[in-house]
């Protein structure tokens, strides 16, 4: 998918000190309400060389940097392989919807075949991870005052992604799409209210009540979603991430790949 990246971004990926197989814009931007001061959140995958892998220090499984350049402010996390093919066997969406996010910065042919691996990770169980997440946004949205537009929106955001991950098997973060299917108008109103705001946007205390019936009628679609999926109860996929992640431990610094936007 193409879009516009800051050139920030772009440089963020070039200087990463390990060969990556892939880096994906998350966060706001990819949920479809990034307001013009939201930071740009990258997520990725990165492939330690095996001197590392197999000497007596401790190896870096995770890459964390905080930037801010060009007045854009950049978070980038990305995981060694291992780690990461580890937590996509786990009940993890963070992970599920980085490695599908449409907002490609970096890929390879890598990227592709782990896409197509990891369907096979997808399973009924994610849902609570799902509901998890939802119930943390809204105890931080109900306790703040004033009471913020993001974590409201992160909270119908997860439930959504849910319940659309329980009934199709497919990862879709933007809330945007997710609201094409359910036609909540409150949604579309909140977004372009955060779209066009600050990230310290607000709602009023009046409509906490609507809010509160919305929130635990969306708890409850989730949960039925769960108990009807036909999704498995669990993964299928720990023989093939295993043989892709020797694979790329043999080719470590001679993966084909590409840069910029897909």
């Known amino acids: 998918m193409t879009f516009p990246v800051p050139a920030a971004v772009t440089r963020a990926v070039h200087q990463h000190p390990y060969p990556l ?55 980038l996390v990305t995981h060694d392989a ?3 093919f580890g937590l996509l066997l786990k009940r993890n969406g963070y992970v ?52 913020r537009i993001k974590p409201l929106l992160y909270t119908y955001r997860v439930l959504l992604t849910g319940i659309h991950l329980m009934r199709t098997g497919e990862v879709e973060a933007d809330l945007r799409r997710l609201n094409d299917e359910s036609g909540l108008s409150y949604i579309s109103e909140l977004i372009g209210r955060k779209t066009s705001g600050t990230e310290r946007g607000t709602i009023s205390d009046a ?11 969306l708890r409850t679609e989730l949960e039925s979603a769960s108990e009807q999926s036909h ?15 020797v694979r790329l431990r043999r080719s470590t610094y001679g993966m084909e790949t590409k840069r910029g936007n897909s």
Do not use: M
Request: charged share 30%.
């Open 207 to 217: 409509d906490l009540d609507t809010h509160r019936r919305e929130y635990e009628r």
């Open 231 to 245: 999704l498995p109860e669990e993964p299928n996929a720990r023989a093939a991430l295993s043989d892709l992640l």
């Open 96 to 147: 599920l919807e980085q490695l599908y996010s449409p907002l490609i910065v970096y890929t390879s042919s890598e990227h592709e075949e782990l896409k197509q691996i990891a369907k096979g990770c997808i399973t009924r169980h994610h849902s609570h991870h799902y509901l998890g997440f939802a119930s943390t946004q809204w105890e931080l949205f109900e306790k703040e005052q004033p009471r």
């Open 82 to 84: 291992r780690k990461f």
């Open 21 to 75: 197989i892939f880096a994906t814009v998350s966060g706001a931007h990819l949920y479809g309400f990034a307001s013009p001061d939201s930071d740009w959140d990258l997520r990725g995958v990165h492939l330690l060389p095996a001197d590392e892998v197999l000497g007596l220090f401790e190896p870096k499984e995770t890459v964390e940097q905080e930037r801010n350049e060009d007045s854009i402010e950049l978070d």
